[in-house]
């Protein structure tokens, strides 16, 4: 497994994609996509970061999936009080949203409209920028909105820090956080409740 994640990494920084890019899509820590990145052969090394590869090929590559498990973090969501605005973190997060949108949508009485976030982790020139990512404003906008963040792993809790910052800054109001998967084991960020399917808990 550590072989196939070394060479997958690879791979991906030499499309150019960032390290934090190269995180997403392996679904790993920063820590881990630099050290796949910096190793100059497949071979088994014991000194890898120590995190957990989640691969959910058989979900992301199925809309059908996708809409059920999106489905049930709508379901999710909806404990916490309807919203107006589901934000996507890019780019793992973004399917989701838009089908939870599209649910939430239907069982509302005002309109849920979907915005996304990208994260600063994605930028390549990161001395000009601020430290946080931004809303897109291609899409809905999340002033005065009650808003529902969403993703699709938590690694370390710092994107979600950050989306939850943006929002606020944008004026929004941040009801609740759902992924898919929660590697930090995190009850809230910012008092804003994390909502996942599924928790991994490291033992020991």
């Known amino acids: ?34 050290w796949l990145t910096l190793q100059k052969t497949t071979e088994e ?29 709508s379901d999710i969501a909806l404990s916490h009080g309807e919203a107006d605005v589901v934000v996507g973190i890019a780019v793992s997060g973004v399917p989701f949203a838009t089908m939870m949108a599209d649910f939430l949508d239907e069982v509302s009485e005002n309109r849920t409209s979907l915005a996304v976030f990208h994260p600063n982790k994605h930028r390549k ?51 609740v956080v759902t992924v898919l998967i929660d590697k930090a084991g995190l009850s809230e960020i910012d008092s804003v ?5 599924v928790k991994v808990t490291r033992l020991g």
């Open 1 to 34: 497994m550590k072989k196939e994640l070394i060479n997958k990494a690879q791979d991906l920084r030499s499309h150019g994609f960032t390290t934090g890019e190269i995180a997403d899509e392996l679904n790993v820590s920063i820590d881990t996509a630099r």
């Open 45 to 73: 090394k014991n000194d890898a970061p120590l995190d957990f590869a989640i691969n959910w090929e058989n979900l992301g590559g199925n809309s059908t999936r996708l809409k059920f498990v999106s489905g049930a973090l």
């Open 125 to 175: 020139d990161k001395k000009s920028d601020s430290g946080e990512g931004a809303i897109s404003g291609n899409f809905g906008s999340v002033n005065g909105k009650k808003v529902v963040i969403v993703d699709d792993v938590i690694t370390s809790g710092n994107t979600v820090k950050e989306v939850i910052h943006s929002v606020k800054e944008n004026g929004g109001d941040p009801i």
């Open 193 to 197: 409740p994390i909502e996942s399917l």
